[in-house]
């Protein structure tokens, strides 16, 4: 297959806010509460409201599916997904990506390319971290190739030291990023806090994107930051190097991340983007 559209091409804006709808317990999940319907209504009222909001783009996870399997859900999970990521793909005109906790990057991918996503997130694209499922390791060669066995145009965004993990080694965090980039060939990395909602480091986003600018041939891999961006910190996170930030706890009814988006909320975020960049 030809290369896959750059990441930042698939959005309509030089520096994206990418918005998350955070998919309560699925059928099969130990929370779940036996209202399909009512999980369906709740993702796309949530997409719309981040679409109305001014997101440039949609991530959608089973959040709610705690404890999560390390690598390999069950085909219940990806036909879940598949039919929920589909309904929303309809529904809005935002690029939407998916990520399949804990790390499975196989289910992401192949829904991402069934329901006419956009992009994917994975955890941990290479290397190992040490998590709450165990060691996990990456597995950009696989995700490659069947990236290309089912001719996807569907991006591939990778987390750099993961949040709620810890790298197996000691591996710096611009060697890492430099690493997912090149050899296991993302085109775009994510940097985080420690964890959902926690504020990334600013100097972690200045070495990571420091970083890929010094060694690009052919423009540098993007850097979005995926962890505690808030409307007051937008403007100095970009400045920074990120190129795209990904806002979930922010969006959200009472800053919770399991409540409903807020449209107030993301319009804050999007406006706050907006002035840092005027």
């Known amino acids: ?58 991530i959608v996870e089973n959040f709610g599916d705690a404890p999560f399997y390390p690598d390999d859900v069950p085909k219940h999970v990806v036909a879940e997904m598949v039919a929920l990521v589909t309904d929303l793909t309809r529904t809005v005109d935002v690029p939407i990506g998916v990520n399949v906790l804990r790390n499975d990057a196989d289910a992401a991918l192949s829904i991402a390319a069934a329901a006419d996503a956009e992009f994917v997130r994975i955890n941990v694209h290479v290397g190992a971290a040490s998590t709450d499922q165990g060691v996990l390791e990456g597995q950009a060669h696989e995700t490659l190739r069947l990236r290309d066995r089912i001719d996807a145009d569907v991006a591939i965004l990778a987390d750099v030291h993961v949040k709620h993990a810890t790298p197996v080694g000691e591996t710096a965090i611009e060697r890492a990023a430099l690493e997912t980039a090149e050899r296991g060939r993302a085109d775009g990395v994510v940097v985080s806090g420690t964890g959902t909602g926690s504020e990334t480091a600013l100097e972690d986003v200045e070495r990571v994107s420091s970083a890929l600018r010094e060694t690009a041939a052919n423009g540098a891999t993007p850097v979005f930051v995926g962890s505690g961006v808030t409307s007051e910190t937008i403007g100095e996170t970009l400045e920074a190097g990120a190129d795209g930030v990904i806002v979930g706890t922010a969006t959200k009814e009472g800053g919770e991340t399991t409540n409903p988006v807020s449209l107030e909320r993301v319009e804050t975020v999007v406006a706050a983007r907006d002035s840092s960049q005027s």
């Open 1 to 58: 297959m030809s290369p896959p559209t750059p990441l930042l091409d698939r959005f309509d804006a030089p520096h994206p806010v990418v918005g998350m709808v955070h998919l309560p317990p699925l059928p099969g999940a130990p929370s779940y509460d036996g209202d399909r319907t009512g999980l369906s209504d709740r993702a796309l009222e949530d997409a719309r409201r981040l679409e109305a909001g001014g997101v440039d783009g949609i």
